[in-house]
DNA sequence: ATCCGCAAAA
């Protein structure tokens, strides 16, 4: 930057006008030049940006010598250098010369370009004070410039001064609050305008649907049809199939498909991915790849919204299918491509594929600030592999905040809540701003750690940190409450909350409930959460569970009768595990895998160890009504130890196991894997879909608190 | 001018 000054002083040196003195003096040279010669002063303190500007300081130098003003602003536009340009128009004022619009249309376009505000204004200003008389063209681009800034108090205050308005006057006026946000005053203009074109119509639509308000996009894409006027350019047709993908409505967005194909609009890349797009987000994956496989021109975000697609819809193998297709494609994948892996890889606890994301990304050498480090590290923490997570996380010079948080409540998961606690004390010091998910994690530590009161005192500490309760920090405040038994705290706090509890809150309740026992609370909590929702098997089994430990068998019953009227069906629960890279899933009593006969035989014989070492079969954790001595056998069967036996016989003896379960792990199966940790000695992890679990010589992390 | 992509918890 320190090089601009004397680059003035070199271009204006051998011009000898009265006002170059001026500007000499505006702009003082921040260091002595005294001893410096000619030559050392044509020398930049820094490399010039632009390649010969050496020999344009020149050129421009003549330029504004021979009082061709125009053409030396041109000249400084062309290098970008704004601040120059506009002090040329000094000069301009000190010679006979009238400025001429192709001047401030030079400017204001770099200005807008640059998003340079105060020179834009300065060039207004200008404008006002030269006697200059602008046309609609030259105010167009100043109102351009000034909502392109996203100054749209200027933008309107020029806008009603104008006495003669054009189409593109209107258009620039409301795509400016577009951009803002400011819908409605959007909305206000784009109905009193005179006449609408294309354009008018797709800033409207695409505004609201990124202002996720998609259906006044499809409300005005219907108008729009309703229009003999107006016939659909791509413009209109790529933002009306955004509406329907936003809504989502399929049927609407096959009949914009057909009239695409009518109207011959499919040669362009971009009416292209949205129309792949639009079936991708209706849920017709299959003709969103169809799409896509068609299309010219994909490029690196297409191929990232493809892939990503699959994954949404936990089709993993697909979704990694086409990322290495991408990757032997001259497409390379970014950091979006990149965290959407490491994502899909952290939802599916598979570590070995993340690594070698991970291995991936090092190997090309990925931005360490970019959000795509904390992507690792995430994943990591979801792997269970803590250690690296922190090893990658120690790395990075400057952790983003999700970072830290992945790294917080990826402790308070793994059961080493101190260290949760003390990650959050690091990040205040780091001068990072925590925010409300931040807290979540903390509050989440104290729970597992039952910590409670240090739990209270985060938060209230929330506010002090400038953020506001949210729904989510009740919800963990009453599972910290739930949970140690503090039960009439917690009803207080729930009847005196500023919002409505969410399901979130009445099932941390329900948990607590069923850790003491609570019947009551249990029925309050169980009831409103069949109210929102009413199809969540989940409940009813919790339910069950605790009216069963409490031998209220007839509860029992009824719930089971409900169930079966109402068609709840519970979720299956599975398992899965990760050997060689390869994903084993299992479900209850699943025989389909291939070394099935193996495990079956394995799990008999552990079970009798289990039996000599102490282990009591827990049968309340069975709800249907099975006989009694076939319950037991159900339990051996669950898919957690299905997993867990597959990968004792899989793996060398000594290797620490994870196991993945995508419901919350049952009661018999946490104290039977911790038997079976003791026995076969080795560490077992498991992953719910609450926490972790760290199996080691008979006990777990979580503490037996979950 | 228009389209599409990431992230922390429960």
Redesign the pocket.
């Known amino acids: 930057m320190r090089a601009r000054p004397i680059q003035l002083r070199n271009l204006l040196k051998p011009i000898s006008s009265p006002s170059l003195n001026r500007i000499h003096l505006q702009k003082p040279v921040p260091f002595s030049l005294s001893s410096s010669t000619q030559t050392s002063l044509n020398k930049p303190l820094i490399p010039k940006p632009f390649f010969k500007s050496d020999r344009y300081d020149g050129l421009v130098n003549r330029l504004c010598r021979d009082k061709k003003f125009k053409e030396a602003i041109d000249v400084l536009c062309q290098q970008k250098r704004l601040k120059e340009a506009i002090q040329i128009l000094d000069l301009l004022d000190h010679s006979s010369i009238r400025p001429s619009a192709a001047i401030y249309s030079t400017l204001l376009q770099l200005c807008l370009q640059q998003r340079a505000l105060e020179e834009g204004k300065r060039v207004h200003a200008h404008i006002k004070f030269s006697g200059f008389v602008p046309g609609v063209f030259i105010l167009n681009r100043l109102l351009d410039m000034y909502s392109k800034c996203e100054s749209l108090v200027d933008a309107r205050k020029l806008f009603d001064e104008m006495t003669q308005r054009d189409l593109c006057s209107w258009n620039t006026m409301i795509s400016g609050y577009v951009k803002i946000g400011e819908l409605d005053e959007a909305h206000k203009l784009f109905e009193e305008m005179p006449e609408k074109d294309?354009?008018s119509w797709?800033t409207m639509i695409?505004g609201y649907?990124?202002r996720d308000r998609p259906k006044d996009a499809l409300e005005l894409y219907r108008r729009m049809l309703r229009d003999e006027n107006m016939k659909c350019n791509?413009?209109t047709v790529?933002?009306a199939l955004?509406a329907s993908?936003a809504v989502p409505c399929l049927q609407l967005g096959k009949e914009i498909h057909g009239y695409i194909m009518r109207t011959g609009l499919d040669s362009?890349a971009?009416v292209w991915?949205?129309l792949s797009?639009m079936y991708g987000k209706c849920g017709s994956i299959e003709e969103a790849r169809h799409i896509f496989d068609k299309m010219l021109g994909r490029?690196?975000?297409?191929w990232?919204?493809m892939i990503?697609r699959y994954f949404e819809m936990g089709r993993r193998e697909e979704g990694l299918g086409l990322f290495s297709d991408m990757l032997r494609s001259e497409i390379r994948p970014?950091d979006?491509t990149l965290?959407?892996v490491l994502?899909a890889c952290?939802n599916q606890a598979a570590e070995d594929l993340g690594k070698q994301v991970h291995g991936y990304m090092t190997r090309i050498g990925f931005d360490p600030f970019s959000?795509a480090a904390?992507?690792v590290v995430?994943m990591y923490s979801?792997c269970g592999n803590i250690e690296s997570a922190k090893r990658f996380f120690k790395g990075i010079s400057q952790p983003d905040?999700?970072s830290w948080?992945?790294m917080i409540?990826g402790y308070?998961?793994n059961g080493q809540p101190e260290e949760a606690l003390r990650y959050f004390e690091l990040l205040l010091k780091s001068g990072t701003k925590p925010?409300h998910?931040?807290f979540?994690?903390v509050l989440?530590a104290c729970t597992h750690a039952g910590l409670v009161d240090k739990g209270l005192e985060y938060f209230r500490s929330i506010e002090e940190h400038g953020l506001t309760h949210t729904a989510?920090h009740y919800a963990c405040l009453v599972d910290l409450l739930g949970r140690s038994g503090r039960f009439e705290e917690a009803e207080e706090i729930i009847d005196k909350m500023p919002m409505k509890p969410d399901k979130?809150l009445w099932?941390?309740l329900l948990g607590g409930c069923r850790i003491h026992g609570n019947l009551r609370l249990a029925k309050r909590a169980a009831e409103a959460l069949l109210e929102i929702e009413p199809e969540n098997a989940a409940t009813y089994v919790t339910l069950a569970n605790i009216y069963a430990t409490a031998g209220m068998w007839d509860e029992v019953e009824k719930i089971r009768k409900t169930m079966d009227e109402r068609g709840v069906v519970k979720n299956p629960g599975s398992s899965w595990i990760e050997v060689k890279r390869q994903v084993h899933v299992f479900l209850v009593r699943d025989k389909s895998h291939p070394r099935s006969k193996e495990i079956h035989d394995f799990l008999d014989k552990l079970s009798m160890r289990m039996k000599e070492e102490g282990y009591v079969p827990d049968t309340n954790y069975v709800l249907h009504d099975v006989e009694e001595e076939q319950k037991e056998q159900n339990l051996s069967y669950h898919s957690e130890k299905l997993a867990v036996a597959f990968g004792i016989i899989a793996t060398p003896p000594g290797t620490p196991i994870k196991v993945f379960k995508n419901l919350r792990t049952c009661g018999d199966c946490h104290t039977a894997i911790k038997f079976i940790s003791k026995i076969v000695e080795r560490e077992i992890i498991m992953r719910d879909s609450?926490?972790f679990h760290r199996f080691k010589n008979g006990t777990c992390s979580c503490g037996d608190f979950w």
């Open positions: 294309n354009f797709s695409s649907v990124r791509k413009f790529s933002s955004a993908a362009d971009v991915s949205a797009d490029d690196v975000v297409s990232t919204t990503g970014n979006f965290a959407g994502n952290s959000f904390s992507t995430h979801k905040l999700v948080t992945s409540s308070a998961q925010d998910i931040t979540v994690g989440s989510d979130f099932a941390s609450n926490r």
